[in-house]
């Protein structure tokens, strides 16, 4: 990250509401992408409670713009954890989305909007049918772009057990995605 983003962060820290929003928009895309895949459709919620608690402790964050993506990474993941604990003692009924759905007009264009959302949508859900290290090391590391030791802080795990989680990872998904039955935009056809 940029010394630009040090400064925002360091804003952010301070009460400015502009740069809390604007470091919010760059994390939560793959924040939320990290968090489909350890919670699936829980994501959202879970990502919520993970800002909850980002934008009461930022004041207390110590670290440059690579630190705070690590640390926002592992409070995501310490609510995911407790989601899946939560779920597993209370499985809970599912609620069909057109009970609560709203028709808002997206400010995106609608066609761009859903060959990106194919691509990254079918690329989530193959990464998540890997092992669950493996997914969450290729997540962190090529999806938030953390190095391996700080991926390995949010994961409790050494540096290079999760490099070797990330390689497998990718090697694996690299092997599925060349195969006839792989989504098409993950074989880069359209």
């Not at 499985?91 to 990106?116: F, G, K, N």
């Amino acid at each position: 990250m940029a010394v630009e983003d040090d400064e925002l962060v360091q804003a952010a820290q301070r009460g400015d509401e502009a740069a809390f929003r604007a470091v919010y928009r760059a994390q939560q895309p793959t924040l939320l992408r990290y968090l489909t895949v350890l919670v699936g459709g829980d994501a959202e919620d879970v990502a919520s409670e993970a800002w909850l608690q980002i934008a009461r402790d930022l004041p207390k964050f110590r670290g440059d713009a690579d630190g705070f993506r690590g640390w926002a990474a592992t409070i995501a993941r310490h609510r995911a954890m407790d989601h899946l604990r939560r779920t597993r003692r209370r499985p809970v009924a599912a609620v069909p989305v057109e009970l609560v759905a709203i028709d808002l007009p997206d400010p995106q264009d609608t066609a761009e909007r859903a060959l990106e959302t194919i691509g990254t949508d079918a690329a989530v859900a193959l990464i998540a049918t890997l092992p669950r290290d493996q997914a969450e090391a290729v997540m962190l590391r090529a999806v938030l772009g953390l190095d391996a030791e700080s991926a390995g802080k949010v994961l409790g795990k050494r540096a290079g057990a999760v490099r070797t989680a990330a390689y497998r990872g990718l090697r694996t998904l690299a092997q599925r995605a060349v195969t006839p039955d792989a989504p098409a935009a993950l074989r880069g056809v359209r």
